[in-house]
């Protein structure tokens, strides 16, 4: 069953044998759009498992990393919706689902400049000294830094509090 992906569904429904009939798993923290698209995938997984993301990264750009042409065209959507997917893989702790859709994210920010990611991202304005402590932390680290050390859990946690209209 492919929804047994998620740690989140397979935890909830562990208890169950095979044989027996399992209730209806609540997710009620990813709207129903993007829950369809989470399905979708899964469902594609299932048939077609998306290769390993390996670090270092073997090139700075998507289309570089990712080979297969249906999951690049899956996460070819606008902000907002793989922002959710973002939070709704973390959410769910479905890592494949969530490696690419964090490596996407942080393709797309990479070679940006401050100003450009906080549109992108929705990020308030830093103040002059926590701009100057963010870039001495985050100076010369390509997208492998990121994907390696949790930008899941960072992009996930700041997609929440800094959610796009």
């Known amino acids: 069953m492919a929804a047994k992906l998620s740690q989140l569904v397979s935890d909830a429904t562990e208890k169950f044998s095979e044989s027996e009939s399992t209730p209806p798993v609540e997710i009620l923290k990813v709207e129903s759009e993007c829950l369809a698209k989470v399905v979708e995938f899964l469902n594609h997984y299932e048939k077609e498992p998306l290769e390993e993301i390996k670090t270092p990264l073997a090139d700075n750009t998507f289309e570089g990393v990712v080979k297969q ?33 964090c490596l996407q994210v942080s393709c797309q920010l990479m070679g940006k400049s401050a100003e450009e990611i906080r549109n992108i991202l929705n990020i308030p304005q830093m103040t002059e000294a926590e701009e100057k402590e963010a870039r001495r932390e985050h100076q010369a680290r390509d997208a492998s830094f990121y994907v390696k050390r949790g930008l899941a859990l960072f992009l996930a946690m700041e997609l929440r509090c800094f959610r796009l209209e």
């Open 69 to 101: 042409d249906w999951y690049r065209d899956f996460v070819a959507v606008d902000n907002p919706m793989l922002f959710d997917l973002v939070t709704a893989a973390n959410f769910m702790a479905i890592q494949p689902l969530l490696d690419l859709t």
